[in-house]
């Protein structure tokens, strides 16, 4: 019974980050825009950019998804082109 309640419990809490991530908010409610995510302006999103509202404790696995080729930046690109709930992914 316990192994029922903690894999229940894991899949709860991998559902909540997942719809997180696929526009249901950074972990702040609500989803925000990419311009709203570049802080600086520079056509991309760092991941000191992004820190500043995905908790600490899910920051690289969240930033990993979107930095599609790996750079170190979220492009417009990327950010437009992320997994989204409801649309079939």
Do not use: W, Y
């Not at 972990?27 to 991941?47: P, R, T």
């Amino acid at each position: 019974m316990k192994l029922i309640s903690a894999l229940l419990t894991t899949i709860c809490l991998s559902s909540i980050a997942l719809a997180q991530d696929m526009g249901g908010g950074m972990g702040m409610g609500q989803a925000l825009s990419f311009e709203e995510l570049d802080a600086n302006g520079d056509g991309s999103i760092s991941k000191e950019e992004m820190g500043k509202v995905v908790p600490e404790n899910v920051l690289e696995q969240r930033f990993g998804r979107l930095d599609a080729d790996s750079d170190g930046n979220i492009s417009k690109e990327e950010f437009d082109n992320r997994p989204r709930r409801g649309m079939g992914q």
